[in-house]
């Protein structure tokens, strides 16, 4: 890898800016598909019939067992041959990154439903409360503040797989650092280093704050 060069150091810096814009851009996008699509699939499956959630567990369970690198060549290789180069591989990751962290987040909200006491079930019950507004009023914002900590945790892991999606050409953080490496022979000693600091530098605070939540939380 050779010895530290300032100069490559700095030439690196606003490719690499670049790339973090995507890298953040990209898990704003996923996070948002990982939270929404997780939480209609934990209220699905606790009011739908076994028609229904049978088959979407199936569906989940094989989202979560198999790799996110896997899925998004095949989603990528699959758009790619229906739609050409029009196909965005920044919008194919995002999205396929969220629907993989769903099947996650879905389990996290689950987890927070199963917390609510039996009592506010029976009392939904006995005032005849219609289902809409017994999530929206009663439930959901118990079950939220239960899943907050986990459902924190998910989108750090989350920004931190993004770089997997180099596979299928996203120009985030690391993809940058590795194309100026192979272009110019030398860089991926400064590189990978000065992005294992940005992600510390912007994930170890997120999970602080996380931490201080839970705990806040659970008092």
């Known amino acids: 890898m050779g010895s530290w060069s300032w100069d490559r150091a700095g030439e690196l810096l606003p490719l690499m800016m670049e790339g973090l814009r995507i890298l953040l851009l990209v898990t704003v996008i996923a996070s948002a598909v990982a939270l929404i699509l997780g939480l ?18 199936g569906v989940m369970e094989f989202i979560r067992n198999t790799p996110v ?7 990528w290789a699959l758009l790619i041959s229906m739609l050409g180069t029009s ?17 996650y987040t ?3 909200y689950r987890a927070g439903i199963d917390g609510i006491p039996k009592g506010q079930w ?3 019950t006995a005032l005849s409360l219609p289902k809409p507004r017994a999530w929206w009023a009663v439930l959901l914002p118990q079950a939220l ?48 280093t000065m992005a294992g600091l940005i992600f510390l530098v912007i994930s170890y605070p997120i999970a602080l704050l996380m931490r201080k939540l839970e705990n806040r939380l659970a008092n």
């Not at 690198?69 to 989603?75: D, E, G, K, N, R």
């Not at 194919?92 to 099947?103: P, Q």
Request: charged fraction near 10%; charge should be negative; avoid cysteine.
């Open 87 to 103: 196909a965005s591989p920044m919008w194919t990751g995002a999205i396929v990154l969220g629907v993989h962290y769903a099947s």
């Open 145 to 192: 503040r239960k899943s907050t900590p986990a459902l924190g945790n998910y989108v750090i892991a989350l920004f931190k797989e993004v770089p997997i999606l180099s596979a299928i050409g996203v120009a985030e953080m690391v993809t940058q650092v590795e194309g100026y490496a192979g272009a110019n022979y030398g860089g991926s000693l400064e590189g990978f």
């Open 122 to 124: 029976e009392a939904i």
């Open 106 to 108: 879905a389990e996290a």
């Open 69 to 75: 690198l896997v899925q998004a060549i095949f989603v």
């Open 40 to 57: 209609i699939v934990a209220i699905v499956n606790r009011s739908a019939p076994k028609a229904v959630t049978v088959p979407l567990f």
